[in-house]
């Protein structure tokens, strides 16, 4: 809205000279008022519009040139941004990966020697913890490598991918009590590929359905869909879980960010960031829509390659 408005701002600005100058010019021909002449064998008038011409170029070369100095400073404010980031979770998982390490070699010794139940499960539980803050590091650490990383582009078969985080989702022990389907189309052609790095698809796709199996109850229906409409590869994800409150669905794909229902349910809080950070590296689009107490869907659309 406010650029908008700045663009409507600078027209104004730029052809406001043009104005005044024909304002002028036509109020002296109106006969009103003698009208001067000059030895240049131009009227006044003439004169007035012709110097409103020549300041307004002037006006909209600068705003011109203003405007993608403001752009350009955005742009290098926005890579100094990134690149801050970038510094700070290297440091951190510099600093980290050493200490935790050694955290899990010395509970998993601990664990093995102690034979008193109530202290194993403590030290289970802290073990836990230790492999959470480590994915969360490794995750931030993939999150920030995106942002400089060139995509190894290739043809990706889409239907391979989909099929290959299918069988991985359904060796984890929730997904026995899920009901997890693949549609793919065949008729009356399958898939056609799309351009991309098939490596990074795969971890966005993967994310998708094992978020949707996190969220789910047993019980619960997976549904992954895949279409195509001319243009673009289609994929859903739905499924019959509990929903994500309204007020919350702007916010899923921040950093870190999880929801009051997200609470007691394992993850690092980056899932979905990194899954959008993917898709919009290959010029894709995403959007999620959800009921409380029927379900998510979340629709990724990639460009035919």
């Known amino acids: 809205m406010k650029s908008r408005w700045r663009m409507k701002h600078h027209g104004l600005i730029v052809l406001l000279p043009i ?3 024909m304002g002028l010019s036509l109020i002296l021909n109106s006969g009103l008022f003698p009208t001067p002449i000059v030895y240049l064998r131009a009227d006044v008038g003439a004169l007035l519009v012709l110097i409103g011409i020549l300041l307004s170029i002037g006006l909209a070369a600068w705003s011109s040139a ?12 926005r890579w100094w941004a990134a690149e801050d980031r970038r510094r700070f979770v290297r440091r951190l998982d510099h600093e980290l990966k050493n200490p935790l ?8 010794n601990v664990t093995a020697a102690d034979q008193t139940q ?4 403590a030290l289970r539980s802290v073990e836990a913890q230790v492999l ?3 994915r ?21 078969n889409l239907a391979e991918v989909l099929q290959q985080v299918v069988a991985l989702t359904q060796e984890k022990s929730e997904a026995d009590t899920r009901r997890l389907t693949l549609t793919l189309p065949q008729a009356p052609w399958p898939l056609p590929p799309v351009q991309g790095d098939r490596d990074l698809l795969l971890l966005a796709l993967h994310n998708l359905i094992d978020n949707a199996l996190k969220f789910t109850r047993p019980g619960d229906t997976i549904e992954v869909r895949a279409s195509e409409d001319g243009s673009s590869v289609v994929i859903e994800v739905a499924d019959t879980g509990p929903g994500i409150p309204e007020a919350e669905l702007p916010h899923v794909w921040e950093e870190l960010y999880r929801g009051e229902r997200a609470r007691g349910v394992p993850g690092s809080g980056l899932g979905l960031a990194l899954v959008r950070a993917i898709i919009d590296q290959h010029r894709g689009h995403i959007i999620m ?12 659309r990639l460009p035919v390659g």
């Open 118 to 121: 109530p202290r194993r499960e």
């Open 101 to 108: 390490t050694a955290i899990r070699a010395g509970l998993a």
């Open 289 to 300: 829509r959800s009921l409380v107490n029927h379900g998510t869907v979340i629709t990724l």
């Open 132 to 134: 959470r803050i480590s």
């Open 19 to 21: 104005g005044i100058g």
């Open 66 to 77: 203003w405007s993608r100095a403001r752009k350009n400073v955005a742009r290098e404010a």
């Open 136 to 156: 969360l590091t490794a995750d931030l650490r993939k999150l920030a490598e995106l942002e400089t990383r060139t995509l190894e582009m290739s043809p990706v």
